[in-house]
């Protein structure tokens, strides 16, 4: 049998349906996927793209810290995106926050993702 937690800190947007910030479960922790939430407010960052996936990084790193990790500590990533146009744009707020070996990654456009977001990541982390 195995054990499973839910996470949460308040560094990052709480859940805004039926769902947890992070489920961990032994070693491994799932993350929900994390929109440009600012978690004092729950306001959308909308101020460019790259302020969206900036705030989406922070939001990551907090539940992940909350978790006992850190960036480093996830091995997938998927990306979504309302456009491919902003591929080069998020894989260039990724290289401030990921060094070599990075998380394997899928990265795909989506039609709309929740409050018309520009970008919204989840991750799996082992411990």
Not at 52 to 72: F, H, R, S, T
């Amino acid at each position: 049998m195995y054990q499973k937690n839910t996470i949460h800190t308040d560094q990052a947007p709480a859940a805004i349906g039926p769902y947890s910030q992070a489920v961990r479960v032994d070693n491994t922790v799932y993350i929900s996927g994390q929109i440009p939430l600012n978690p004092s407010t729950m306001e959308m960052v909308t101020e460019s793209f790259e302020a969206q996936a900036e705030q989406v990084m922070k939001n990551l790193k907090a539940i992940c810290e909350a978790a006992g990790g850190d960036l480093n500590n996830l091995v997938k990533l998927t990306v979504l995106l309302s456009d491919m146009s902003y591929f080069a744009q998020v894989n260039a707020v990724m290289e401030k926050y990921f060094q070599a070996p990075y998380p394997a990654r899928a990265a795909f456009a989506v039609k709309t993702l929740p409050k018309d977001a520009d970008v919204e990541i989840e991750g799996i982390m082992a411990l």
